[in-house]
T-cell receptor, first 117, second 116 residues
Framework: DTGVSQDPRHKITKRGQNVTFRCDPI?????LYWYRQTLGQGPEFLTY????????KSRLLSDRFSAERPKGSFSTLEIQRTEQGDSAMYLC???????????????FGQGTRLTVV | AQKITQTQPGMFVQEKEAVTLDCTYD???????LFWYKQPSSGEMIFLIY??????QNATEGRYSLNFQKARKSANLVISASQLGDSAMYFC?????????????FGSGTRLLVRP
């Protein structure tokens, strides 16, 4: 395990279809984050997990979006009824935090580029 | 209001020279953290350097240093001795509050091109 892994790297889908992305964090990391990055912009925070608990969701995460981390390891991000405006890079990151506040930096994956046609 | 502002969409620098990438931020929280990330064409965000709002000294990491001017709310990245591999997008980001999560607010980025 050398880093955060995201699958697939690229996804082209027709408008209205559902898509699911997967993120495998660094194995000992207990926090996992999803970001969305549109062309020419910086990433925008979507949601994050501490172990299996989803602790925060951005208002960017509409009801068509759902994220899970069922066993506190990998995470999935599903978009239902995709729209052209969902076309973006979806980035996953992970980090480790303990109760004393010690933490690692966040490591990002290479992202999943979604194109909705 | 925009929280992180990067006013340079693109920058050129000659190999082996130093370059400064600008970043200004806006927050009313006395506790915050500032980050710089590099994003090569492969897509992943690579952490470069971190500055805490209470840190007394400017952060340095190898060829990277952060020129932190708290009163001006600026956190410029200085890359010394530029290399061809430094060509990439660079993002400034901020975390507000004492929460140690990585819920970050990013700027729009600066594309740096290093000329041989």
């Amino acid at each position: 395990d050398t880093g955060v892994s995201q699958d697939p790297r690229h996804k082209i889908t027709k408008r209205g279809q559902n898509v699911t992305f997967r993120c495998d964090p660094i194995s000992e990391h207990n926090r996992l984050y999803w970001y969305r990055q549109t062309l020419g912009q910086g990433p925008e925070f979507l949601t994050y997990f501490q172990n299996e608990a989803q602790l925060e969701k951005s208002r960017l995460l509409s009801d068509r979006f759902s994220a899970e981390r069922p066993k506190g390891s990998f995470s999935t991000l599903e978009i239902q009824r995709t729209e052209q405006g969902d076309s973006a890079m979806y980035l996953c990151a992970s980090s480790f935090h303990d109760l004393r506040g010690a933490r690692t930096e966040a490591f990002f994956g290479q992202g999943t580029r979604l194109t909705v046609v | 209001a925009q929280k992180i502002t990067q006013t340079q969409p693109g920058m050129f620098v000659q190999e082996k020279e130093a370059v400064t990438l600008d970043c200004t931020y806006d927050t009313s929280d006395p506790s915050y953290g500032l980050f710089w990330y590099k994003q090569p064409s492969s897509g992943e965000m690579i952490f470069l350097i971190y500055q805490g709002s209470y840190d007394q000294q400017n952060a340095t990491e190898g060829r990277y240093s952060l020129n932190f001017q708290k009163a001006r709310k600026s956190a410029n990245l200085v890359i010394s001795a530029s290399q061809l591999g430094d060509s990439a997008m660079y993002f400034c980001a901020m975390r507000e509050g004492t929460d140690s999560s990585y819920k970050l607010i990013f700027g729009s980025g600066t594309r740096l091109l290093v000329r041989p």
